[in-house]
């Protein structure tokens, strides 16, 4: 009698912060950089922009998978993009301390919105995802408070230049909606969508 068996996990993505919310979860998962180029626009709804940027980086990722596991592994890749959205404009990663410190200023006491679009690509071809929000809140900076985490060094890689799970907690006065979609992974969302892409949590790791 065969066991049954899930298909393998593979997180599109190079983020730490997401393979350790993973890892919180107790999902097991292998970790696949993407090397796919994020689309450079900025205008339009914020959750279109970042579902196409995550659909993008799952479908190369799944590309790669199947190259190196073969066709017959079952697999289901994870691809996730997170933007922040404010005043019509999309803010993504900063491209360098000036960018953020022009970022930062922008959301010093404001409320902005953060969308984590999550996209599975499955080695059938199947394809579900969905995109979260979160309001945030910001609290009024001053100059000195903006360069003092700017030194901090957390603003380089994250959409808006600022990590709510570090020292940039400091920043947000309060949120509305999910926590971990701030950080870069919204955890329910994922295990919905996972569910749907036919991934079975009663099955052991």
């Known amino acids: ?48 922009h970042a579902l196409e940027t ?15 596991y073969g066709p017959g592994r079952p697999t289901i890749v994870i691809g996730a993009d997170t933007v922040v959205h404010l005043d019509g404009a999309v803010l993504s990663k900063p491209a360098g301390q000036a960018d953020a410190a022009r ?10 919105q953060v969308y984590t679009a999550v996209s599975l690509v499955c080695s059938d071809e199947g394809q579900v995802e969905d995109c979260a929000e979160t309001q945030v809140y910001m609290r009024p900076l001053s100059a000195a408070q903006i360069d003092r985490y700017l030194a901090s060094g957390e603003t380089a890689d994250k959409a808006g230049a600022y990590g709510i799970q570090g020292s940039g907690a400091l920043l947000i006065e309060r949120i509305e909606g999910c926590y971990y979609n701030v950080v870069g992974l919204p955890l329910t969302l994922l295990c919905t969508l996972l569910e749907r892409a036919g991934y079975d949590f009663s099955i052991p790791p």
């Open 1 to 48: 009698m065969s066991v049954p068996e899930n298909p393998l996990l593979v997180l599109g993505s190079g983020s730490p912060r997401r393979a350790a919310l993973m890892q919180q979860i107790g999902l097991p998962f292998v970790q696949w950089n993407s090397a796919a180029a994020e689309p450079d626009h900025r205008e339009g709804p914020p959750a279109v």
């Open 103 to 112: 970022m930062l200023r922008l959301l010093a006491g404001r409320t902005h």
């Open 54 to 68: 995550a659909r993008l980086k799952a479908r190369a990722v799944q590309q790669a998978v199947r190259s190196y």
